[in-house]
């Protein structure tokens, strides 16, 4: 289990932002105010949903350094 959850964040840290003003960002990097907006129009259906959500619960709780380390330690291949 544990290491499934490691490699969703890695997943997440590396997951970059398929469409809009905001394409080719990482979505740790997309604007706070961004996710907010989302998350009051409605998060897209599938697994961007699930990791803006998420990104959105990491930038509430100022963990964004956590993502950050884990995109340093944990290069995308």
């Given at each position: 289990m544990l290491k499934n959850d490691n490699q969703k964040l890695i997943e997440l840290a590396h997951y970059?932002?398929?469409?809009?003003?905001?394409?080719?960002?990482?979505?740790?990097?997309?604007?706070?105010?961004?996710?907010?907006?989302?998350?009051?129009?409605g998060f897209p259906d599938g697994k961007l949903g699930v990791l803006l959500k998420s990104m959105l619960e990491i930038k509430i709780n100022g963990l964004e350094d956590i993502i950050l380390k884990i995109q340093k330690d944990f290069p995308k291949e």
């Open positions: 970059r932002m398929p469409f809009g003003k905001y394409k080719g960002r990482y979505l740790v990097n997309l604007p706070e105010p961004y996710l907010v907006w989302f998350n009051q129009k």
